[in-house]
């Protein structure tokens, strides 16, 4: 599968825990996408990253929150001492950059993350 | 800031029928419009874009920038249409915005 793929699918953590999530991205993408999704809801935009540097995080990603995209392949999105209100499924996607009008971002499968 | 509104969370028609996803949008610049699709137990994908202007699945879409919409068509809904739908927006920068999506029900 030459997909997004995300690690782990699952994720059940207690409240105060850390937790790290990892995406892989299409291996000629340059671009990575995390979002978050709540119940009911769409995808909504945490941050991204054009190679290796973070070009824009929302209002919506916390101290608590950090992603990394260190040698501009695969990202981690670790959340410390999480909340219930962290309970969610988060969403990687990646794109090729320079591809004018037909830039599409391609979504993986996602890790859901409950909160006890 | 850009906002998207899909109207309708759940829209029920029997094969055949025609179905329209409604979906408006608020911003101040030139968007990029998207329909995403989420079918049963499998990632969000794009179903179409805007400036292509075609057809996917027997999907259409129009950008009206006068009232800012952009609503998605079908004329003869089929079964395997049923799925999540979500209308996005690509403002400035790279991100997308999304609406709450409307679940589609096609029955037999």
């Known amino acids: 599968d030459t997909g997004v793929s995300q690690n782990p699918r699952h994720k059940i953590t207690k409240r105060g825990q850390n937790v790290t999530f990892r995406c892989d991205p299409i291996?000629?993408?340059?671009?990575l996408y995390w979002y978050r999704q709540t119940l009911g809801q769409g995808p909504e935009f945490l941050t991204y990253?054009?190679?290796?540097?973070?070009?824009?995080k929302s209002r919506l990603l916390s101290d608590r929150f950090s992603a990394e995209r260190p040698k501009g392949s695969f990202s981690t999105l670790e959340i410390q001492r999480t909340e219930q209100g962290d309970s969610a499924m988060y969403l990687c996607?990646?794109?090729?950059?320079?591809?004018?009008?037909?830039?599409?971002?391609?979504f993986g499968p996602g890790t859901r993350l409950l909160v006890l | 800031a850009q906002r998207v509104t899909q109207p309708e969370k759940l829209l029920s028609v029997f094969k055949g029928a025609p179905v329209e996803l409604k979906c408006n949008y608020s911003y101040s610049g030139s968007p990029e419009l998207f329909w995403y699709v989420q079918y049963s137990r499998q990632r969000l994908q794009l179903l179409l874009r805007h400036i292509s202007r075609e057809s996917i699945k027997g999907f259409t879409a129009d950008l009206n920038k006068g009232e800012t919409s952009f609503h998605l068509k079908k004329p003869f809904a089929q079964e395997e249409d049923s799925a999540m739908y979500y209308c996005?927006?690509?403002?400035?920068?790279?991100?997308?915005?999304f609406g709450g999506g409307t679940r589609v029900l096609v029955k037999p």
């Open positions: 291996s000629e993408h340059n671009r």
């Open positions: 996607a990646s794109s090729l950059a320079g591809t004018g009008g037909r830039e599409t971002q391609y």
């Open positions: 990253f054009q190679n290796e540097a973070q070009l824009e």
């Open positions: 996005a927006l690509k403002a400035a920068g790279n991100k997308l915005t």
